[in-house]
């Protein structure tokens, strides 16, 4: 059987796995070094590699285009053509993309997947392919004006969704606590942590709603660190979107099913993908 390679550059932390299949058979995690990024990568590539492998696939947290990473806070990359030197050094067809857009794909079938995290992607499936948009921006319903005289995005925009929903704005909004599990633990005692998570749910259903007018997604999954809430994320989302829905059916809302591997499953799809259409 053919494998593949994985890889999610994060922040924090970089996770490469090979498959078999859709069977994960090693892995490995690294901090994210300060600098000489590329080089880590290419080495947990090298690292992975066997005979066999014929695709690799990288996620990244940033705007790509033909393999180059053109802007990428969370490892300030800025024009890296990391597609060609990977595949300079390994020899093998390399795939690069937006995390988000992997996650969505790594999922399987079409769909909206909304990731919460430090901010808000999201990223939308149609017929089996990323609807990417004229600047390949399509699916920032982080960036989505929620309220319209809301609180100034760190964007330049007032109000986006991603200023009440995302992992951090509910921790700077509420204060006191330095994650967001922290706040969800306090949800049944603090009505403060009470009206800071409502006010992110509600943000989601609103927005979540318009999306759901405007593309009439079969389902809508959400992932992201902010997934880990479970029930207490999910069910007053789908109750808000309902709730603004009034002539059609809303679709379902699932939570992601492996939210911290999302990034590897999809890249390994993506460079599935990739080897078969070469
Ligand atoms: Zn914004």
């Known amino acids: 059987m053919s494998r593949v390679i994985g890889i999610d550059v994060g922040g924090t932390a970089i996770k490469a796995a090979r498959f078999a299949g859709s ?30 492998v014929d695709g690799v696939g990288v996620a990244v947290p940033g705007v790509v285009v033909d393999g180059v990473v053109q802007y990428s806070t969370n490892v300030a990359w800025a024009d890296v053509p ?3 030197t990977l595949e300079d050094a390994l020899n093998v067809p390399v795939v690069v993309a937006n995390d988000v ?47 319209p005289d809301g609180e100034p995005c760190a964007c330049g925009q007032r109000g986006c ?13 509420y204060g006191g606590v330095t994650s967001a599990a922290e706040l969800v633990a306090r949800l049944d005692g603090d009505p403060a942590a009470r ?4 006010a992110a749910t509600t943000a989601l259903g609103i927005a979540l709603a318009s999306a759901t007018l405007l593309l009439d997604p079969p389902r809508i999954v959400l992932g992201g660190g902010l997934a880990g809430a479970g029930a207490a994320l999910v069910e ?13 059916p809303a679709p379902p809302v699932e939570l992601a099913a492996d939210p911290a591997d999302a990034g590897i499953r999809g890249a390994a799809v993506l460079a599935r993908a990739v080897r078969e259409s070469a």
């Open 23 to 52: 069977r994960m058979e090693e892995r490995r995690t690294i901090p994210t070094p300060s600098a000489e990024v590329v080089g880590a990568v290419t080495e947990l590539a090298r690292d992975l590699l066997a005979p066999d």
């Open 101 to 147: 857009n992997a996650a969505a794909v790594g999922v399987g079938g079409d769909l909206l997947y909304v990731a919460l995290g430090t901010g808000i992607g999201g990223a939308l499936v149609v017929g089996g392919e990323l609807i990417e948009g004229a600047r390949g921006l399509a699916g920032e319903i982080g960036h989505v004006p929620v309220w």
């Open 161 to 173: 969704l991603e200023t009440y929903a995302s992992a951090s704005s509910v921790v700077r909004r």
């Open 195 to 198: 009206e800071v998570w409502d």
């Open 82 to 84: 990391l597609r060609e």
């Open 236 to 248: 007053p989302v789908r109750a808000e979107l309902a709730r603004r829905l009034a002539w059609r």
